[in-house]
């Protein structure tokens, strides 16, 4: 934690009088959507580049990212001094691809999805002997993502469960060994989308079928299949995990910007989404909810208004 002190954010531990009284809980809201680059992946790519030998760090960076990952590396790289190139989806929100091109970095836009991306970001390392940072398999980026939860314990030690969205899995995987390290009593709750729960199927036991389309707004965590390092700590750590609709995600997304007056991205409103429709039971807790990041393209807001509409409808008629 110490390598990264003086280059990302300590950010704040909020509290919502109106949260805590729609779930009779006691809501810790970690805002990752103000870190430095507006996403929480600053501090795994931070702590990844910062601790790269020189001898790694001479060809160059090469990542692929849906986005904040993106940013992310971008900004580390540059403060190093060091050139990078990013592969990204061909969808990538316009406001994601432009910041990470103002950070210096130079970006590729090709596939469909993340996965795609990744395979032309390895093809590229082979023939180059750049170094590659992963968005998610790699423990120097795991334990940069741990951080989160190390000053969320630092901010309130008393919390007894967190949530925690999870894509690859590197902030989930992070999060959960720095808990169970401080506090093995402490519950962690995994939260993927709905449309796109590989992570959550393997987990309960489900077959988990790679060849299906995946679809959510929660582009930060549309990743098809769990990490092969992510993946065996979240199994270990990680209590429970849950699922929620885009519907309920767009709620969470709405209520940020009306109560808390903070755009937050759909991969960051998803663990609120698990608290506002109680996926587990969290009555009279003190509950931390990683509120992941906040690079959301703004032109969506109506979009995720009106899909929110009916969600939010039920939620407050009961």
Not at 134 to 162: C, K, P, R, Y
Request: proline share 4%; net charge positive; with cysteine.
């Amino acid at each position: 934690m110490e390598k990264l002190v003086d280059k990302v954010h300590r950010t704040p531990l909020k509290q919502s009088t109106t949260l805590n009284n729609l779930t009779n809980a006691d809501v810790f809201l970690k805002l990752e959507n103000l870190q430095k680059t507006g996403s929480f992946k600053l501090r795994g790519a931070m702590n990844k580049i910062v601790s790269m030998p020189e001898n790694e760090a001479k060809n160059g960076i090469l990542a692929a990212s849906a986005g904040n990952h993106a940013q992310g590396v971008a900004l580390a790289a540059s403060l190093r001094g060091m050139k990078a190139k990013i592969y990204m989806p061909k969808h990538t929100p316009l406001s994601k691809a432009a910041a990470t091109k103002a950070y210096g970095a130079e970006i590729v836009l090709v596939g469909e999805t993340y996965h795609e991306s990744y395979h032309k970001a390895v093809e590229e390392m082979n023939q180059t002997g750049s170094t590659f940072v992963h968005a998610f398999d790699d423990e120097m980026v795991i334990a940069g993502q741990g951080t989160v939860a190390l000053e969320m314990l630092q901010q309130n030690s008393q919390l007894e469960v967190v949530f925690v969205p999870i894509g690859g899995g590197g902030l989930a995987s992070g999060v959960a060994l720095a808990i169970k390290a401080i506090n093995p009593f402490i519950k962690v709750i995994g939260v993927q989308a709905n449309g796109a729960s590989a992570t959550y199927q393997k987990f309960t036991g489900r077959k988990v079928k790679p060849y299906l389309p995946i679809n959510t707004i929660a582009d930060g965590i549309l990743v098809k299949e769990p990490g092969i390092k992510t993946y065996p700590i979240i199994q270990k750590y990680v209590d429970d995990i849950v699922t929620v609709t885009d519907e309920e995600i767009a709620h969470a997304i709405i209520f940020m910007l009306e109560r808390e007056k903070m755009l937050v991205e759909g991969a960051g409103a998803a663990a609120l989404a698990a608290i506002l429709y109680k996926k587990v039971p969290i009555d009279q807790q003190k509950v931390g909810c990683i509120i992941s990041g906040g690079n959301v393209d703004p032109v969506k807001i109506p979009m995720y208004k009106e899909m929110s509409k009916t969600t939010m409808k039920l939620y407050y008629t009961g």
